[in-house]
Nanobody, 125 residues
Framework: QLQLVESGGGLVQPGGSLRLSCAPS????????IGWFRQAPGKEREGVSCISDTGSSTRYADSVKGRFTISRDSANNTVYLQMDSLTPEDTGIYFC??????????????????WGQGTQVTVSS
């Protein structure tokens, strides 16, 4: 089964950092844009960041700009999300998915593919 596997989540204090990883099972990420999404309890899933297939273009939600950095490592077939200056509002399950393009918005969520099970991020003192 083709899917992505997220890892790196955990419990961190406000102001702390985490690095999430997104790795594929059964395919290569080379030709896909990769997006990170999160879902907080009681809220809809939202786009957090995205990186193009070549890595030349990135996109961030306004709420994470300047704090999160997305990158991709083709040699290791992995995409990372470095999260710094975390706040309790960043708490949620973080997912990655693939698409042809970095396209966010509620109406485009069904067009993203190969969702993983997600990794829990909890920011709390």
């Amino acid at each position: 089964q083709l899917q992505l596997v997220e890892s790196g989540g955990g419990l961190v204090q406000p102001g702390g950092s985490l690095r999430l990883s997104c790795a594929p099972s059964g395919f290569t990420l080379d030709y896909f844009a990769i997006g990170w999404f999160r879902q907080a309890p009681g809220k809809e899933r939202e786009g957090v960041s995205c990186i193009s297939d070549t890595g030349s273009s990135t996109r961030y939600a306004d709420s994470v700009k300047g704090r999160f950095t997305i990158s991709r490592d083709s040699a290791n077939n992995t995409v990372y999300l470095q999260m710094d200056s975390l706040t309790p509002e960043d708490t949620g399950i973080y997912f990655c998915a693939v698409h042809d393009h970095c396209i966010f918005g509620r109406q485009y969520l069904p067009s993203w593919n190969y969702w993983g099970q997600g990794t829990q991020v909890t920011v709390s003192s």
